[in-house]
């Protein structure tokens, strides 16, 4: 595997379940990003974990609940959501190191569906 | 709120014309600017980041800086069909923090 992997990629769940979507990097990076893309409105930051610290939690309501247990893995636990939050959730890592602060690389998302 | 604009579009440009695109941003803080193309159905990809005022030029694309103004814009040069994609701008806060802001993007047409 290389690059930002992210599992499942499409997922379509119920307003009561409990789901938890997956993200590995396979790019040695420092930092791992949870962002939500909805038609027609810009990318929203949701979570930043650097060195396995969350650093950025972007007002995300609580049934979203982030977990990164090392640098190569991060996790998006989800329960009791809205239709509102059909969406794709896309993975991004990042290296800030000289020359490159804040290049992230992306995964290819999760397309979820809440019904 | 801190934010990034870009004109939605859709830009449509000739096959092997200059594509223009521009973007403003209202944080004075931001030190470093990104572009990503994504493709639909798709997942951003990284094609530029510019940290400083200026030109930064890799192949067919060159990435234009002026912070005094606040306004960042990508030049595609010999634009091919397969560019046609959604371009979105996005830029750091300088504050060692990692929070980025993304533009809704603007959607790029290439004619054959």
């Known amino acids: 595997e290389t690059g930002v992997t992210q599992t499942p990629r499409h997922l379509v769940m119920g307003m009561t379940n409990k789901k938890s979507l997956k993200c590995e990097q396979h790019?040695?990076?420092?930092?791992m990003y949870w962002y939500k893309q909805s038609a027609k409105k810009p990318l929203e930051l949701m979570f930043v974990?650097?060195?396995?610290?969350?650093?950025e939690n972007n007002s995300v309501p609580s049934r979203f609940s982030p977990e990164c247990p090392n640098s190569s893995h991060l996790f998006l636990h989800l329960h009791t959501l809205q239709p509102e939050d059909s969406a794709l959730y896309l993975c991004?890592?990042?290296?800030?190191?000289?020359?490159?602060?804040?290049?992230?690389?992306f995964g290819p998302g999760t397309r979820l569906t809440v019904t | 709120q801190k934010e990034v604009e870009q004109n939605s579009g859709p830009l449509s440009v000739p096959e092997g014309a200059i594509a223009s695109l521009n973007c403003t941003y209202s944080?004075?803080?931001?030190?470093?600017f990104f572009w990503y193309r994504q493709y639909s159905g798709k997942s951003p990809e990284l094609i530029m980041s510019?940290?400083?005022?200026g030109d930064k030029e890799d192949g067919r694309f060159t990435a234009q800086l002026n912070k005094a103004s606040q306004y960042v814009s990508l030049l595609i040069r010999d634009s091919q069909p397969s560019d046609s994609a959604t371009y979105l701008c996005?830029?750091?806060?300088?504050?060692?923090?990692?929070?980025?802001?993304f533009g809704a993007g603007t959607r790029l047409f290439v004619k054959a």
């Open positions: 790019l040695g990076h420092n930092a």
């Open positions: 991004a890592s990042s290296q800030d190191s000289s020359g490159k602060v804040g290049e992230q690389y």
């Open positions: 996005a830029a750091r806060s300088g504050t060692g923090g990692f929070k980025t802001i």
């Open positions: 510019i940290y400083s005022n």
């Open positions: 974990y650097s060195l396995e610290e969350r650093v």
């Open positions: 944080d004075r803080g931001s030190q470093s």
